[in-house]
């Protein structure tokens, strides 16, 4: 969404096709975003402002931003209360961008999150809103983590993440969950080269209502049928 806003007008139509491919649901929501930044009342109503380090959320205080998306920014928090001390990740809906839209993704990557349960995905750990109207959710935070490319590993260690990550993701599948926005930046290593899958704010929860789904069998994949041989090999969401 930063990107297209800094995109020239007259290109940015042709930008948001490329980038959004076949999901026509995100097109939609992108050009609808568009439509309202580009629009003069718009710009002249006060927005929320974004709240900064030091700002309270709950019982947790905000202590540094550590990603920024984009419809989202994501802080190293603690939680200040006095009832138990912890550090947490808290990711806040940036509040010029809290459409509808924006915020029925928001609430549903905070249901995805709610229902898996992996050692390798990050865990959601609470949710609210702000005294001044912002949405966030909080998740537990995976200390000194790096996107996975940042680290060199050897290749016995590349081959351990890759079967970590590629467990998380069949676990996400097993519960009906697509993540869409598996990249580098979405997974990261912590000291221990151990990954966690993050970022579940694209991601599609397949037994929503209105969500065409697939009978309840495997289906055949062509790709891998041997060319001489009747034999198929089977895939499906419980493999």
């Given amino acids: ?15 948001v096709a490329t980038r959004c491919g076949d999901d026509a649901e995100l097109r939609r929501e992108v050009e609808a975003l568009l439509a309202q930044t580009t629009d003069a009342e718009f ?25 920024r998306g984009g419809m989202g920014v994501v ?5 200040v209360d006095g009832q138990y001390r912890k550090q947490v990740a808290i990711k806040v809906l940036t509040p010029a961008f809290a459409t509808a839209a924006a915020l029925t993704r928001f609430e ?12 390798h995905i990050v865990r959601l750990l609470d949710s609210g809103l702000s005294a001044s109207g912002a949405h966030y959710v909080v998740m537990e935070l995976v200390a000194g983590a ?14 351990n993440c890759f079967a970590k990550v590629c467990s998380a993701v069949q676990y996400a599948h097993q519960n009906l969950v697509i993540h869409r926005d598996l990249k580098p930046s979405n997974i990261l290593l912590n000291p221990d080269d151990e990954p966690k899958l993050v970022d579940f704010g ?9 969500t065409m789904r697939a009978p309840n069998r495997c289906w055949p994949a062509p790709s891998r049928r041997p060319r001489t041989s009747t034999r198929w090999r089977w895939c499906c969401t419980n493999c």
């Fill in 146 to 159: 790096v996107p996975c490319t940042a680290r060199r590993l050897s290749e016995a260690a590349a081959l």
């Fill in 108 to 119: 549903q990557e905070r249901q995805i999150l709610a229902q898996l349960d992996h050692p």
């Fill in 1 to 15: 969404m930063g990107t297209a806003l800094e995109t020239a007008p007259e290109s940015r139509a042709e930008f």
């Fill in 202 to 210: 694209i991601a599609k929860l397949l037994d929503q209502p209105g």
């Fill in 43 to 67: 710009l002249e109503r006060p927005l929320l402002a974004e709240p900064g380090p030091g700002a309270k959320l709950g019982p947790y205080r905000l202590d540094a931003v550590i990603g």
């Fill in 75 to 79: 802080y190293q928090a603690d939680r």
